[in-house]
């Protein structure tokens, strides 16, 4: 736990002893596996053996680790195993192989590692986050993130840097592997940076050390820990360290060595040749598994909704604001944590006021949204409700890699999207999210919900915060209106309550079934009076869970001989596939008609912008019309 002033002769020689035995591990694994990175793995080794054994890793709370450069995952297995917490002999018999739990890459459920990596750059984001909630929960940890000095001309990074210094997370220690080699040669002729002055610039302490001297390494981990500011560790280290043919070559920072290769490493290295015991070990199967990591999730009170007439003319950004002021007034002060991360934009995505009232709660990460969604992220899965508002084209388009490691993590974000679709308007085709539904139906642990007025947003608020898992809701620019039922009260009032994957039904007719949701859903019933006009009825159904088909719901409407989808978003991507794919199960003999986007909007009002894309209500009504006069 470096609480020792030094290093003794015998721990010393103990770290140089597994170290060596690591390195051959390093090289039998990946040779056997016929691909990995050895010469990173073995470049980082010294750094893992070190915190490994001397991190605060065996009692609660613990420290945490974070390897960012997740393709060095042979030497955290090797690391890992010597120092005691994994078979060794299972992890170079079965790394790479198919189903294993020693993947190429670093996942989450192997001792200490707690954030699945890969595409680098994003693990100083994740450190931030974890570092976030220790410091809320007065926990006394650490979070150590190793990274490689070749992630470090990542964008992400930087923003990461500048946030940890202006949130003073001096509980985050980053160790950067300064081989100076990345896949395509040396860093400076690759892409040159000035990785020391750089973190110096953003207002980190930074020390230098010998990567491969044991006591350098832990003494300069134990003087930072001991600085109230976050400090970067730069370890000088050798890509390949200890096989002479492999140092400083960039040819082995992807590639295994051949059999040859290998065998002469060995003799190098004075260690046994027993690869075809391994080779016969691989065609079996593992006994070590994954243990599942799941998130603490903190169950909290929601409150009781809040209810709006059209005449207050509340729009749905100001009803998820006032939702989540009045989530944290019942839970915050009573010690259960909500955090909500802005991107410079509180105004717009009407987080002020949450702000204002827990200012310790709230981070304004200015304009970088991606390291913003990856800290988001990480301090989701920490037990503290978070929350992420943003703009639909920063918050889901710019950020998506960054969501979907996320997503790979299983973490428990609500993120919050506003000004969705052509409601965007004068902001033009760049600001128009138009693809928010096809984005998010790649990541396989997001629900994606659109609530269609503001009591509707209010309750979805108050469920996603009370409910464990990603979820993303997302909302327009401008005020869409209160939606009442038949019987003249809000259709999303005092008795209506918001269950995932169920589709309301509006209206009820005869002629034309119309699914929809969101801004589109006062406009369908606009058309449904159109219609009406010549005697066509129609019903009106709310698909707010975008991703769910209730099957249910819809096959009591499937008699009628016209379905329309209608959406401000890119009809190849939003409900209409997967709406057509449930009418041809269901063998729907009507017509199908999919209104929806088809190329990027025009920069006017909302209007002007459905109208320019036939999305109108009087362009929309005359066509289904036209179907109905044809069958």
Same mark, same amino acid.
């Given at each position: 736990m470096f609480d020792k002033e030094s290093l003794s002769e015998s721990e010393l020689k103990r770290l140089r002893t597994i170290s060596h035995y690591a390195r051959g591990d390093i090289l039998k694994m990946t040779t056997l596996a016929k691909s990995g990175h050895p010469g990173g793995s073995m470049s980082s080794l010294d750094i893992y053996v070190v915190l490994f054994s001397y991190a605060k890793l065996d009692e609660a709370p613990r420290d945490r680790i974070v390897?960012?450069?997740?393709?060095?995952?042979?030497?955290? /297995?090797?690391?890992?195993?010597?120092?005691?917490?994994?078979?060794?002999?299972?992890?170079?018999?079965?790394?790479r192989k198919g189903g294993s739990p020693y993947e190429g890459h670093v996942v989450k459920g192997i001792p200490f590692i707690d954030w699945s990596t890969g595409n680098l750059g994003q693990g100083l984001s994740a450190a931030c986050g974890f570092a976030i909630a220790s410091k809320l929960k007065n926990e006394k940890t650490n979070v150590f993130v190793v990274m490689s000095d070749g992630e470090q001309q990542k964008g992400q990074v930087s923003e990461a840097?500048? @946030? #940890?210094?202006?949130?003073?997370?001096?509980?985050?220690?980053?160790?950067?592997? /300064?081989?100076?080699?990345?896949?395509?040669?040396?860093?400076?002729?690759?892409?040159?940076?000035?990785?020391?002055?750089?973190?110096?610039?953003?207002?980190?302490?930074?020390?230098?050390?010998?990567?491969? %001297?044991?006591?350098?390494? /832990?003494?300069?981990?134990?003087?930072?820990?001991?600085?109230?500011?976050?400090?970067?560790?730069? #370890?000088?280290?050798?890509m390949g360290k200890g096989v002479p043919f492999m140092e400083n070559n960039e040819k082995y920072h992807g590639s295994p060595l051949t059999e040859e290769e290998y065998k002469k490493a060995m003799e190098i290295l004075g260690l046994d040749d027993d690869l075809e015991k391994y080779k016969e070990m691989r065609k079996g199967i593992w006994s070590y598994n994954l243990?599942?990591?799941?998130?603490?999730?903190?169950?909290?009170?929601?409150?009781?909704?809040?209810?709006?007439?059209?005449?207050?003319?509340?729009?749905?950004?100001?009803?998820?604001?006032?939702?989540?002021?009045?989530? #944290?007034?019942?839970?915050?002060?009573?010690?259960? /944590?909500?955090?909500?991360?802005?991107?410079?934009?509180?105004?717009?995505?009407?987080?002020?006021?949450?702000?204002?009232?827990?200012?310790?709660?709230?981070?304004?990460?200015?304009?970088?949204?991606?390291?913003?969604?990856?800290?988001?992220?990480?301090?989701?899965?920490?037990?503290?409700?978070? @929350?992420?508002?943003?703009?639909?084209?920063?918050?889901?388009?710019?950020?998506?890699?960054?969501?979907?490691?996320? %997503?790979?993590?299983?973490?428990?974000?609500?993120?919050?999207?506003?000004?969705?679709?052509? %409601?965007?308007?004068?902001?033009?085709?760049?600001?128009?999210?138009?693809?928010?539904?096809?984005? #998010?139906?790649?990541?396989f642990y997001f629900k994606l919900i659109v609530p269609c007025d503001p009591n509707q947003t209010d309750r979805v608020i108050r469920y996603v915060a009370k409910t464990e898992g990603n979820f993303i809701v997302a909302m327009g620019r401008s005020r869409w209106p209160v939606i009442y039922g038949s019987d003249g009260h809000p259709f999303y009032g005092e008795d209506y309550e918001f269950v995932y994957g169920r589709a %309301?039904?509006?209206?009820?007719?005869?002629?034309?079934?119309?699914?929809?949701?969101?801004?589109?859903?006062?406009?369908?019933?606009?058309?449904?009076?159109?219609?009406?006009?010549?005697?066509?009825?129609?019903?009106?159904?709310?698909?707010?869970?975008?991703?769910?088909?209730?099957?249910?719901?819809?096959?009591?409407?499937?008699?009628?001989?016209?379905?329309?989808?209608?959406?401000?978003h890119n009809v190849y991507t939003g409900i209409a596939p997967s709406l057509s794919r449930f009418l041809l199960e269901e063998k729907f003999t009507g017509r199908f008609l999919s209104f929806g986007v088809k190329k990027y909007g025009v920069s006017g009002d909302t209007e002007e912008a459905l109208k320019a894309e036939s999305l109108d209500i009087a362009t929309v009504s005359e066509k289904i019309k036209e179907a109905i006069k044809k069958l």
């Open positions: 390897i960012s450069h997740g393709h060095t995952s042979p030497g955290v /297995y090797a690391a890992l195993a010597r120092v005691g917490y994994l078979p060794i002999d299972e992890v170079i018999a079965f790394f840097r500048r @946030f #940890a210094v202006k949130y003073q997370l001096s509980n985050i220690l980053v160790i950067i592997d /300064y081989n100076r080699i990345q896949i395509c040669g040396p860093i400076e002729k690759v892409m040159p940076q000035n990785i020391i002055e750089n973190y110096l610039s953003d207002g980190w302490d930074v020390i230098q050390v010998d990567g491969h %001297d044991y006591l350098e390494i /832990y003494s300069a981990i134990r003087r930072a820990l001991q600085v109230e500011n976050p400090v970067c560790i730069v #370890a000088n280290t050798v243990k599942e990591e799941k998130n603490n999730f903190s169950l909290i009170q929601v409150g009781k909704p809040f209810t709006y007439e059209e005449s207050e003319k509340v729009d749905s950004r100001t009803a998820f604001g006032r939702a989540l002021k009045d989530i #944290a007034d019942k839970n915050i002060p009573q010690g259960r /944590y909500i955090c909500v991360f802005d991107c410079d934009l509180a105004p717009s995505v009407k987080t002020v006021e949450f702000s204002k009232a827990y200012p310790q709660f709230f981070f304004q990460s200015g304009i970088q949204e991606h390291n913003t969604a990856t800290v988001a992220g990480a301090l989701s899965t920490t037990g503290i409700v978070t @929350f992420f508002a943003d703009f639909g084209v920063f918050g889901l388009d710019e950020t998506y890699n960054q969501h979907r490691l996320n %997503d790979i993590n299983k973490t428990n974000l609500k993120l919050i999207l506003t000004h969705v679709g052509l %409601d965007v308007g004068q902001d033009g085709k760049t600001h128009q999210c138009i693809d928010y539904i096809g984005l #998010a139906r790649n990541l %309301d039904v509006i209206r009820e007719g005869k002629d034309v079934l119309i699914v929809t949701y969101g801004g589109m859903v006062h406009r369908a019933l606009a058309i449904r009076e159109e219609l009406l006009k010549e005697g066509i009825s129609t019903t009106v159904v709310n698909m707010a869970s975008v991703f769910e088909i209730d099957r249910q719901t819809l096959r009591r409407f499937l008699s009628s001989p016209v379905v329309v989808t209608y959406e401000d």
